[in-house]
């Protein structure tokens, strides 16, 4: 199983990259939201991968971030989401946007997804609302660039150079989902006013919006 590739790109698709991996040329289909985060030809670029498997197929998805990857996984195992559907949705939404989406019941948002129908998208709401809380409490760390190229598998790991810096709202929504479920939420419920919260204040740090999504879980009246 290819967990992540690391290497330079030969080549730019309108739906794919071709990554060297020292003399091996791996196609890697990414979405339209991180294809325009790649560097370009010639440059060296790491990705998490996927690898899907069928009879007569085998395709490699590429993620900047351990959180996508599980998104991706978690979207695939919902009947009817496909890895195309899957990538339509992350390249609309961004990991975030899922994840906010979901927690917040938000059928249209998974819904302006191209390909991706009001069924389809009504049953990603309903079948995840409980699974996300788990991968919204990720964060999102990006993958680092290794000095060397390679090809990482459970038998080869490499050491990275250096991780690039985790954004602060995808580390702040983590932070601030772990402190509402210690403090007795349902991980649901937490992950729903997390993420209003953070829609209502992009940017805001752990504490603002752990105060801002206290607020919205007080009981009304």
Known sequence: MIGRIAGRIDYRGT???????????????????????LPGVGEATALYTDLLVREDLLQLFGFPSLVEKEWHRLLMSVQGI?????????????????????????????????????????????????????????????????????????????????????????????????ALTNLGYAPSEAAGAVAQAAGEAPGAETPALIRAALRLLAPKG
């Open 15 to 37: 739906d794919h990259v071709l990554i060297d991996v020292r003399g091996v040329g791996y196609i890697v289909y990414v979405s339209d939201r991180t294809m325009m985060t």
């Open 82 to 178: 496909g890895a195309k559907a899957s990538m339509a949705i992350l390249g609309a939404l961004g990991p975030d946007g899922v994840g906010r989406a979901i927690a917040l019941g938000d059928y249209n948002a998974v819904r302006a997804a191209p390909g991706v129908g009001p069924k389809i998208a009504q049953r990603v709401v309903n079948e995840l609302k409980d699974k996300a809380p788990a991968v919204m409490a990720m964060g999102d760390g990006a993958a680092p660039i290794l000095d060397d190229e390679v090809v990482e598998t459970s038998a080869s790991p490499a050491k990275p150079r250096a991780a690039a810096p985790k954004p602060a709202g995808g580390a702040a929504q983590s932070e601030a989902l772990s």
